[in-house]
């Protein structure tokens, strides 16, 4: 229901003014106002959509309660009501942003359509601002859905630069800025609090949010310039353990990696953070990567940063003879260091538990590998080490042979038909029963391709045989296809194809003539 607002210092005035338009627009509700004093003190409670403003009256007159009216609502429109003699009047009303004036005395059928089209013209705006807003909020809830599976894939994958850039580009990100990544472990049933995190999280305008894997919610954030790194990371993990302290005994913590300048870096950050969550019994509820004591001198042997990340990939891509030589590498090297043997079954025990972790990641649970007994020398140590390595291999290779030899064809399948719909990884998860980060790894060796570029590659073939309709216009083809900018749905295009929608289409239509 539109409101009008009728502004005149006589009364006679407003009353035809009203009656009229109450006639013409009986939905209409119209309140009067009798100078620009009282019209400025009525609109913040009547917050009429059109003023009829008279400009000569006594006190405030209608140029000026324009300008303080429009100064805090510039959404309210104005038509001047003026005399003959008032022109320049009108023309400073004008360049105040008035729509239109009407010249005293007005001929009802003037009003009506002075009137008339000033409300067309706000109901043209209300409908482009609801077609607006609407696509801005599936454009935000799109960039939720790939902000997620972005992070995934960087984090055990590998994304696309496609996707990488123009996701930074949209949310106003730097490629050059370092990042570094954060691992908050949720305890057992705090996981509807995912969504308070990511909240958080993405107020900060530094952060995208992983999906929650098991109890480990990875987060990739941006440095900010104007911070030092460890400020910031602080700053962020207090943020987000005071948002979720609500939970009594909940035993919140955050692991935090080290920085670096590329995204080729930030899996090894990712290492990092979570290897920092190992000890969760500190005080503080977060620990950097980098003030995790190192153990004893050890040569150059010694298990390095690059090394556990060796370990954990090959722990993920299933190469347990290459696990086991590595482990088997790690104790030789203590063992000729004449490491104290409890500190090097323990540090052997900490790689087990975070190799267990991965494969918690991929949705293969096990116990969490313990010794049965203290070693009494590196050679029990080893092969006490070779029987848990087995039982985690033997738990990996079972879940690969429970899974059905046409489970990628159902999923492939899936995308193929829903392409057009926002499918993220963990919406797809929940429909074939596997975790995320499982479906991506499958992808990967399966089909030689990251699920997002399969997603891609899809909608893009769609585009294709679309743009072939010249009836059908881009903007048309973007939603149809499952994307809700026309920009972003041209600049993929042009990326994987090498020439726009249009010049594909110009080809498409000239082949056919």
């Not at 309660?65 to 959404?75: F, G, K, M």
């Not at 008035?98 to 209300?126: F, H, M, Q, R």
């Not at 910031?232 to 207090?238: G, Y």
């Not at 159902?410 to 719909?421: L, M, N, T, V």
Request: aromatic residues 8%.
């Amino acid at each position: 229901m539109r409101k009008l607002l009728i502004v005149d210092d006589e009364q006679i005035e407003r009353e035809g003014m009203q009656a009229i338009l109450h006639r013409a627009y009986p939905e209409l509700t119209i309140q009067q106002a009798r100078n620009g004093k009282v019209a400025v003190e009525m609109v913040e409670e009547f917050m009429p959509d059109l003023i009829l403003m008279d400009i000569m009256m006594p006190g405030m007159n209608g140029l000026e309660a324009i300008e303080r009216i429009s100064s805090v609502h510039p959404d309210i429109k104005f038509v001047m009501v003026t005399a003959y003699d008032m022109f320049d009047y009108a023309r400073s009303a004008l360049k105040l942003g008035v729509k239109d004036y009407l010249l005293k005395p007005s001929k009802p059928s003037e009003i009506l359509d002075t009137v008339g089209k000033v409300l067309k013209e706000i109901e043209a705006e209300s409908e482009t601002h609801a077609v607006t807003k609407l696509q801005q909020d599936a454009l935000e809830k799109a960039l939720r859905v790939v902000e997620t599976d972005v992070v995934t894939q960087l984090l055990y994958d590998h994304v696309h630069e496609v996707h990488l850039d123009l996701l930074m580009e949209m949310l106003g990100i730097q490629s050059a800025r370092e990042s570094f990544v954060m691992v908050v472990l949720l305890p057992a049933g705090s996981e509807h609090l995912y969504q308070v995190i990511k909240e958080k999280v993405r107020k900060t305008g530094s952060g995208w949010v992983g999906a929650l894997s098991g109890c480990q919610l990875p987060i990739i954030v941006f440095r900010e310039q104007d911070k030092s790194f460890r400020t910031q990371a602080v700053s962020l993990a207090r943020d987000i353990l005071s948002a979720v302290k609500s939970e009594s005994g909940a035993r919140w913590f955050a692991g935090i990696g080290n920085a670096y300048g590329s995204f080729e870096q930030i899996r090894q950050s990712y290492q990092e953070a979570l290897n920092a969550t190992m000890d969760t019994s500190l005080p503080v509820k977060y620990r950097f990567y980098g003030d995790m004591p190192v153990l004893g001198a050890v040569s150059d042997g010694q298990l390095g940063r690059q090394r556990e990340k060796q370990l954990f990939d090959q722990v993920r891509l299933g190469q347990w003879d290459q696990v086991i030589d590595t482990v088997m590498d790690v104790i030789h090297s203590y063992a000729n260091a004449e490491t104290n043997l409890l500190q090097a079954q323990q540090r052997i025990l900490e790689l087990l538990w975070m190799a267990a972790r991965v494969m918690s990641e991929l949705g293969i649970e096990i116990d969490t590998p313990t010794y049965s007994l203290q070693a009494q020398d590196y050679r029990q140590l080893r092969i006490e080490t070779s029987h848990l390595i087995g039982q985690m291999r033997q738990a990996h290779e079972e879940s690969y042979d429970r899974l059905e030899s046409d489970k990628i064809q159902q999923i492939k399948q899936y995308i193929a038909e829903h392409s057009h719909e926002d499918i993220s990884l963990d919406a797809l998860a929940n429909k074939v029963g596997l975790s995320p980060i499982y479906i991506s790894k499958m992808f990967k060796e399966k089909l030689g391709v990251n699920y997002i570029d399969f997603l891609t590659e899809c909608r893009i073939e769609k585009a294709k045989k679309l743009l072939s309709d010249s009836e059908k216009s881009l903007k048309e083809i973007t939603f149809e296809i499952g994307y809700h900018e026309p920009n972003y749905f041209s600049k993929v295009f042009k990326k994987m194809c090498g020439i726009s929608p249009t010049e594909y289409r110009r080809t498409l239509l000239s082949k056919k003539c």
